[in-house]
């Protein structure tokens, strides 16, 4: 391959011409290198084609971390289908409205999630085949061996260009259900390449990767991202605080990703005499000052800030020279060149700098648009620009600082919730006249979810118990959106706008005048 990598497919051949025996993947006693992740990734992408999938079609994965998942993301992009990532946490209510949305036509998963298959096979009539990685007795279910079985490890000849769509993924929308947003081969490339070049990463690094490759920071910002500069990954399923730092020092880790849950964790581990004594040189983390300053000095270890979002993979990034640095900030656009920050006021002017607005990029991996929904996508992308929903400013040296969240959502760890989701949920409920849902500070995940509760004239507290709401929540909506926090209300604010009641709320709730339920002190009970 003469000519620069444009798709992912390009980029993995490109490593493995170039590397084939150097290593890029463990996970568990599995050891790959270039040349044998690119081998399966073929046998993989031939699997597919012999199954029927072609230029365009949909592929759910509803896994846990694994290397098949990782294979079957350049699998797909090798062909030109299209891979769509389901949150593992998802009930089938919320599973099978992304495999039905999508229109997806193959569905690759493992045994344990095959009952929430059998739950939503029949809502989704665009779904063909069904693949498991573990082998079962459903006779519909291909075994992915079976799916691998005879197969070439050669590259399949497929002409797959830039623009093409590689991915849609579902996230939290405003208006209830998640929107598509289709990202092209080109920003898959593009995007973790030059991240990986802004923090200085070099076939010599090794990422270590526990968050869930379903979401873009896991996948893009840290796997493909090592992948692009021929480093080395450690996979594992989740993230475990107990065995972190024996792993990081077991297997020579150099980096990581921790969202913002995992650095509290490991500030409150018991301190030890060798915290400081690790090869981790370098964390991904948007930390306040205090914490960020905590990390570094008790783990030896240079965090730098991130933003950017599923809409847009080209992170803005803190400088690795500290001197330059601004604790508090989100850093500086990565590929400046290409890549455009502004802040503009309610009325569409430009803010100037320290003035409070909307955060709007401009970058050649913004998404092409929502997946069947171009009210969304009009709302979204305006004039060339990406309007992000997020409120912030720049200093007079461009350096982005997040403020807040102009769209309705708490921010829980990793996961983005929809308040108007949870809230049509809660309102279906036939005790239940109205609800506002609203994020609320925590030490640990950043926000959690509480829930203001009025309910009918029919019903009271006692009839309708927090334990029975939460029931309720738990059967339509993944465990992460499910409220911690419950409080009846005889009556909501009445404000003019959606928007001022729920500001009002998060006043009040530093300072609550009834009774709030909370999930968690009364599971304890």
Known sequence: ?????????????????????????????????????????????????????????????????????????????????????????????????????????????????????????????????????????????????ELLFGTSADTPEIAVRPGEIASITYTSGTTGRPKGVMLTQYAYLFAPQKRAEALGWSEKDRAFVMLPLFHVNALCHMAIAMISVGGSILLRERFSASHFWDEVREYGVTTSSLMRTIPNILLNLPEKPDDGKSPLRLVVALLAPELHLRFEERFDATVIPSYSLTEDILSILGPLDKSRRKLGSCGLPIAPEVHKVRIE?????????????????????????????????????????????????????????????????????????????????????????????????????????????????????????????????????????????LEYRGELPKTPSSKVQKSQLRTEAKAPKQIVFDRLAMDKK
């Open 345 to 485: 006021d309610e009325v569409g002017a430009v803010c100037g700098p320290g003035q409070l607005g909307e955060i709007v990029k401009q970058s050649p991996t913004v998404m092409k648009g929502y997946y069947k929904n171009p009210e969304a996508t009009a709302e979204a992308l305006r004039g060339g620009w990406l309007y992000t929903g997020d409120l912030g400013y720049l200093d007079e040296d461009g350096f982005l600082y997040f403020v807040d969240r102009k769209k309705d959502m708490v921010k829980r760890g990793d996961e983005n919730i929809s308040s108007e989701e949870v809230e049509q949920v809660l309102n279906s409920h036939p005790l239940i006249a109205e609800s506002a849902v609203i994020g609320v500070p925590d030490p640990i995940r950043q926000e959690e979810v509480k829930a203001y509760i009025v309910l009918k004239p029919t019903a009271s507290p006692e009839n309708l118990p927090p334990e029975e709401i939460w029931k309720f929540c738990q059967r339509h909506l993944a465990a992460f959106k499910v409220p911690r926090y």
């Open 1 to 145: 391959m003469s000519h620069p990598a444009t798709t992912l497919g390009e980029l993995l051949q490109e490593k493995v011409k170039n590397s084939p025996k150097a290593p890029l993947l463990l996970f568990g006693e599995r050891s790959l290198t270039y040349a044998d992740f690119a081998c399966e990734v073929n046998r993989a992408a031939h699997g597919l084609l012999r199954l029927g999938v072609k230029k365009g079609d949909k592929i759910s994965l509803l896994l846990p971390n694994c290397p098949e998942f990782l294979f079957t993301v350049f699998a797909a992009s090798e062909i030109g289908a299209v891979f769509v990532p389901i949150n593992t946490a998802f009930t089938a209510e919320e599973a099978g409205y992304v495999v039905d949305h999508s229109e997806s036509s193959f569905f690759i998963t493992t045994r344990t999630f095959l009952p929430l298959v059998e739950q939503i096979r029949g809502k989704c009539p665009h779904l063909r085949r069904v693949v498991s990685l573990q082998k079962d007795q459903e006779p519909e279910c291909l075994f992915w061996d």
